[in-house]
């Protein structure tokens, strides 16, 4: 294999297949709130919805509906998760999904491929 013969076309198609791949890499985060949230079930404790989660960092924390149910709210570049407690776990889920800037579609759609 002489790397000296190889044509001008032949390294440019390289260059830019690795530089597609370095893309995909750095822009993908695979801990999501729309990836997290698809482990997430109802029935779940709010300790287990934490540990999948990860801590509640927002000000929504124990906020109460008027039907008395808690919710806690996970948010991230990309949109926020609700989760609706009462005492016995989780009665309802809602993704609000917000992809609104360049860099946050190709998340999406690099994510789709990997999640």
Known sequence: MNL???SWTSWITILLVIGAICFSLIVYRGGS???K???VYV???KQQVEAVMGKVRNSYKGKRT???RSVLTWDDDDGSFDAYFDENGILDM???YQADNLNAKV???V???LD
């Open 37 to 39: 949230s698809k482990r």
């Open 66 to 68: 008027p039907d008395r």
């Open 43 to 45: 029935g779940m404790t």
């Open 94 to 96: 809602k993704l609000f």
């Open 4 to 6: 000296k013969r190889w």
């Open 107 to 109: 998340r999406s759609l």
């Open 33 to 35: 709130i729309r990836s």
């Open 111 to 113: 994510g789709t491929f």
